[in-house]
């Protein structure tokens, strides 16, 4: 039986917010300290009280300082989602400094390549992953992290000029660009956030979304200074669509976050009525669907980029069907204390619909790009419409127009960079990649729009020489995967023996090989077991393929990241093994993929047998 609060009619967006702290960390150390007993984190059958979760941060900012981190530095996080990796985020600010994430899964030297870019004085990590890092390394599972600080130990002062956070995303030059957030815009966030949607204390979020999208901020900041509890989903869970409902329904959650991608299938389930559920907040691509039936929830659309604070606009999505839904829904309105402005080619205002650059103005403006002060001064411009003294307003290279209402259309990308699965990906980053292979001269990725899967990462090479052999597409997923996040692993490779060139001698995308989903696989290698013969039946029925062998590569055969999720529920169902979706995505071959899932199955088993051994040495009145 789901027990279902009333929803509180949420405020106007528009009323004066109450005195805020200077800093997002006093403000969270308020909120949580005037209900100490209640829970703060959530993961499984684990929960953190809000109490020690202060307390720990506080621990873990004492032990920065006392490591050589000064007030004012940057401290780069490469944690799994867990209660450590929000501890390291508070105790980070606690300590005067700026947090960056760093995705876990990125591999060690990209991983480096952003600490270098953010110029991050510490990396807070896990033993595990401690020596893929110099410098100052604090492992938080090392117990002399957790060593007692004395509580009322002074902690440097910060302001709402000062750096909260760095967030990475992609430049034109296919080089990560480390953003700078401060405190007062990502209160600003903050504040509208919880007034806007009723967050309190009494609230359970969610914690879904990937470590390196800024999405992570908005889920994660306004529901600690709230003071709600926040809830933190399993890997292959957010991922699936099924599952996080389940998941959602299960946990009494009161406001989740969720990618456009995962948003859409989301709706089209059906859902109990009476969920508590009152908002599914979704953003990060192109939303292109509406609710077709009545929901227990509001689906809140957003838009906005890094660089502006993760949220620029809102709306609440209305359900539509039939005719009434050709059209795309809008990415709302400007959120309070922000402007938008749609520009033409000469920075002056279009008229009403008509179509225009999208630049951004106001409180959520970041203060811009690490270290980059060029790229800064290009992309960051006086406002010209704003009366605040040395107001800035941000390009952002997308499109849009002013609809009747007061809402905005959203027209489109100005530039080469895409999103995929609500990520947003620097094509030329991928090239860049490419061309370091050694038998690759030249690289061109293209997004393709595939019937049935949607948009998808197309990969053209040339070799470096005529007579060098062409590389094959397993090797080059093998050599990105080394390097680059999964999202950015093209689905399709095609070796050229040149570009095909304009008369202008420019690339000519529309003369590039299309790419085809695969009918079969090889075949080769047969399954032999009936491990391998359950696996191979669960891939086939997957990629909807009529033949599959242990040497196919899954992703070459049309896989992504979707539907590896389904196969790994699938087979945790079958099998009862913890795989995890990692297993997958390293493996070159369906066979690689089976030993991963033999050498779990050996470890569980001894894993048992160590139990039922330590019982049976017990001694009886034990």
């Not at 991963?596 to 040495?617: G, V, Y």
């Amino acid at each position: 039986m789901i027990e279902r609060r009333a929803p509180a009619s949420p405020p106007d967006p528009k009323e004066a917010p109450g005195p805020l702290p200077s800093s997002v960390h006093r403000l969270i150390e308020r909120t949580a300290l005037a209900d100490p007993d209640g829970i703060a984190l959530r993961h499984g059958p684990h929960a953190l009280s809000k109490a020690a979760f202060i307390a720990r941060a506080r621990a873990l900012a004492g032990h920065l300082l006392d490591r050589g981190v000064t007030p004012g530095s940057v401290v780069a996080v490469r944690l799994d989602r867990s209660f450590e990796q929000i501890i390291a985020g508070l105790a980070i600010l606690s300590a005067g400094s700026a947090f960056m994430n760093i995705d876990p899964t990125d591999p060690a030297e990209r991983a480096n390549r952003l600490i270098h870019v953010g110029g991050a004085a510490a990396v807070i990590t896990d033993r595990l992953h401690a020596d893929d890092h110099e410098g100052i390394v604090i492992a938080v599972d090392d117990k002399q992290v957790h060593a007692t600080h004395a509580p009322d130990r002074p902690l440097p002062e910060v302001g709402g000029d000062d750096l909260a956070y760095i967030i990475h995303t992609s430049g034109s030059t296919g080089v990560p660009n480390g953003v700078e957030i401060t405190h007062a815009s990502l209160l600003h966030l903050i504040d509208w956030t919880n007034r806007t949607f009723s967050i309190t204390s009494r609230d359970r979020t969610s914690h879904a979304h990937g470590l390196g999208f800024d999405a992570v901020i908005w889920e994660l900041w306004p529901a600690l200074a709230a003071g709600a509890t926040i809830h933190i989903i399993d890997d292959v869970v957010r991922t699936s669509p099924e599952l996080l409902r389940d998941a959602l329904v299960e946990q009494q959650i009161d406001v989740a976050f969720a990618p456009t991608v995962l948003a859409e299938p989301l709706i089209a389930l059906d859902w109990p009525m009476e969920a508590p559920l009152r908002f599914l907040l979704t953003g990060g691509d192109v939303l292109r669907a509406y609710p077709r039936k009545p929901l227990p929830f509001a689906l809140v659309n957003n838009y906005g980029p890094a660089e502006c604070t993760v949220q620029t606009t809102w709306g609440i999505v209305p359900m539509r069907v039939g005719d009434a839904a050709d059209e795309l829904p809008t990415i709302g309105r400007p959120i309070d204390g922000v402007q938008v402005y749609i520009l033409d080619e000469h920075q002056r205002l279009v008229t009403a619909g008509a179509e225009g650059e999208i630049w951004i103005g106001g409180k959520s403006v970041g203060r811009g790009y690490r270290n980059q002060p060029e790229l800064t001064a290009r992309k960051f411009w006086p406002d010209p419409f704003s009366t605040e003294p040395a107001a800035r307003m941000y390009r952002t290279g997308d499109r849009g127009r002013w609809l009747d209402n007061g809402e905005i259309a959203f027209c489109g990308r100005a530039d080469r960079q895409v999103k995929i699965g609500g990520i947003r990906i620097e094509l030329d980053e991928i090239a860049l990649a490419l061309q370091r292979h050694p038998s690759v001269g030249s690289a061109l990725v293209d997004a393709v729009e595939l019937p049935g899967r949607g948009k998808v990462l197309a990969a053209y090479v040339v070799p470096r020489t005529r007579r060098a052999p062409a590389p094959a597409p397993l090797d080059l997923r093998r050599f990105l995967y080394r390097t680059l996040p999964r999202n950015y692993i093209p689905s399709f490779f095609a070796v050229l023996d040149a570009m095909p060139l304009t008369r202008n001698g420019k690339i000519d995308r529309a003369r590039l090989p299309k790419p085809q989903l695969p009918t079969a696989g090889t075949g080769e290698r047969r399954p032999l077991s009936l491990l391998e013969t359950r696996v191979i039946e669960i891939m086939r029925e997957a990629l909807d393929l009529d033949t599959l062998g242990l040497d196919d590569n899954f992703f070459l055969l049309g896989g992504h990241s979707l539907v590896a999720t389904r196969v790994i529920v699938r087979c945790r169902e079958l099998l009862g093994v913890p795989i995890a979706l990692r297993d997958l995505f390293e493996a070159d071959s369906i066979g690689e993929f089976v030993e991963a899932i033999h050498d779990r199955l050996a470890r569980l088993l001894a894993s048992r047998e160590r139990r039922i051994a330590d019982r049976l040495d017990a001694p009886s009145w034990a």
